[in-house]
């Protein structure tokens, strides 16, 4: 048995497709993901988040390594997607007018 396409696919539209907006709002987000990756391994290799648990145990505060590490990631990540995105805006701006002349 063959499976025969729907009309829908046959006329060379995807359902599936994103449109522009949705595939920027991806890109921006696995490049900031990328780069909130980079950026955590590069901090967490100077710095220990030992000293910051250790000040918060006393608060009560229950807070592990592992807490600090995510909360340092999403922190970059967040940074890396507000940096993505407003160079994504700015490239996807329409170029001024030539001044008349």
Not at 12 to 41: D, I, M, Y
Not at 55 to 68: C, E, G, H, K, M
Not at 73 to 82: D, E, G, I, Q
Not at 83 to 99: E, I, K, Q
């Amino acid at each position: 048995m063959s499976h025969k396409l729907s009309p829908e696919t046959d006329s060379g539209t995807q359902q599936g497709e994103l449109g522009l907006r949705g595939r920027l709002v991806f890109t921006v987000a696995w490049c900031s993901f990328l780069a909130a990756s980079v950026a955590t391994l590069v901090f967490f290799a100077f710095v220990d988040p030992a000293p910051i648990v250790a000040v918060l145990r006393p608060t009560d505060t229950l807070i592990s390594r592992t807490a600090l590490y995510s909360f340092g990631f999403f922190f970059f990540w967040l940074v890396s997607a507000v940096s993505a995105g407003l160079t994504a805006s700015l490239l996807c701006t329409p170029p001024a007018p030539a001044p008349r002349r």
